[in-house]
């Protein structure tokens, strides 16, 4: 008896270690990595990884805290609510610098296929990408630049549209489109994700969800306006994760 108990218990403590957040560092050839957070939750159904606006750095450290005020980061314990595990993307270079397009280069986006992959072979669950702002280019152009790209995920969702992403119409990945009805930042406008949802192929599964209400405070596009959700961060998640819970 002894000796099962011996065996029982690191495995048992194994088991429920996994379902407490974890750091992981995804390489990148000889470059920094992109640090990641994963915040599993139990008996999860599907992961969406999280990529916020602006220059993109989180700064996680290496007990995966930031001081940052993303809504993504404000956030971060809702997912497991419904049962879908959570990843925080970081990067080590600001996205901002130089090109505002430097989240379309292929350096970035193969780093976005790294972290896909990683997170695809580590969990065996179905991959959401979901992107903030600027987090919408990451997002949007990993599956209009390449047609393999759709075939390592579940689905897609943009929230806070910049004003430059479209979706191709060969995509044919579930989309979900979230906006703040008052968001103010010129160049997150209401109209880019109405138009990119008027003009879906009508035979693709896509739907267009407005927020309203919560607080702004500061930049209008900044993370605690209406741009960043500011207290609705529940009804954010919500309607995510409701969306990725039908398929």
Same mark, same amino acid.
């Given at each position: 008896? %002894? ?12 088991? &429920?270690? &996994? ?14 990595? =992109? ?8 008996? !999860?159904? !599907? ?7 602006? $220059? ?8 995966? #805290?930031? %001081? ?16 879908? &595990? ?14 505002? +397009? ?21 969990? +065996? ?12 280019? &990451? ?8 047609? *393999? ?5 579940? $689905?897609?969702?943009? !929230?806070?549209?910049? #004003?430059?992403?479209?979706? #191709? ?11 703040? /009805? *008052? ?15 008027? =003009?879906?192929?009508? %035979?693709?599964?896509? #739907? ?13 596009? $900044?993370?605690?306006?209406?741009? $960043?959700? /500011?207290?609705?961060?529940? /009804?954010?998640?919500?309607? !995510? ?7």
């Amino acid at each position: 008896m %002894n000796i099962v108990k011996k065996i029982l218990l690191p495995m048992l403590l194994c088991l &429920s270690f &996994s379902i407490y957040p974890q750091v992981f560092d995804i390489p990148y050839k000889t470059d920094a990595p =992109n640090r990641t957070l994963l915040l599993p939750a139990e008996n !999860a159904k !599907a992961v969406v990884l999280l990529f916020p606006g602006g $220059g993109g750095m989180l700064r996680l450290k290496d007990d995966g #805290k930031t %001081n940052n005020t993303h809504t993504f980061v404000r956030s971060k314990n809702e997912w497991a609510k419904y049962g879908i &595990s959570a990843v925080l993307v970081d990067t080590p270079y600001d996205l901002l610098s130089g090109d505002r +397009n430097i989240r379309r280069i292929s350096d970035h986006q193969q780093r976005v296929e790294n972290m896909v992959q990683f997170y695809k072979d580590k969990l +065996n669950l179905p991959i959401w990408l979901f992107g903030h702002s600027m987090g919408t280019v &990451s997002a949007s152009e990993f599956v209009n630049q390449e047609k *393999e790209h759709q075939q390592l995920l579940a $689905g897609i969702i943009l !929230a806070g549209t910049f #004003k430059a992403v479209t979706i #191709k119409k060969d995509v044919e990945l579930p989309l979900l489109i979230i906006h703040h /009805e *008052e968001d103010s930042c010129i160049s997150t406008p209401v109209s880019r994700s109405k138009n990119i949802f008027e =003009n879906r192929p009508t %035979n693709q599964i896509s #739907k267009l969800v407005l927020l309203h209400g919560g607080t702004s405070s500061g930049d209008v596009c $900044g993370a605690l306006s209406h741009h $960043g959700f /500011e207290g609705i961060e529940g /009804e954010f998640v919500k309607t !995510a994760a409701e969306f990725i819970s039908l398929y």
